[in-house]
């Protein structure tokens, strides 16, 4: 359940699909959604019954991964098409310059979240998903649940991540 965010092209003549066109963005890229049920005491679970889950959170990861490749094939290619030409009035030029700076934010963006999906998902396939890329003991479950694509426990994250 993504809820796109709309961003306008405000590039003065047509950067491949038109002027004025719409480019949605998935909120995903943005908003990490918490979880339904939060997991009670973990050692309730034992590890095949949490290699079986992550298998299944491997194909949640890759199926944004690919959705996310797909927004940032259309940034880029809207980021290298676009007319650079710049508008002369400096209502429409501060106007274009805002959305052109969104545009490339949400470029950045994308491409940092195809790098921590790659990564989570080459973790679980290397089998050390849960395990702390800092200082090697196990990742909590629950900040899992919260953050699927972290690398580092609670502890060596800081509070931050
Ligand atoms: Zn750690």
Redesign the pocket.
Known sequence: MTHPLTVWCLSPKPCGDGAGHRISVPDRLFIHHAPEDPLGDPAAHDLSERMHRYQELRKELEAELHEVLATNERLTNHLRNVDRTLPADSEDLAQFLENDEVLEALEARSRDRLEELRTAIARIDAGDYDR??????G?EEGRLEVLPTTT??????GGGN
């Not at 702390?132 to 003991?137: E, L, P, T, V, Y």
């Open positions: 702390c890329a800092a200082c090697g003991s990742i580092l426990c609670v502890a060596c994250a």
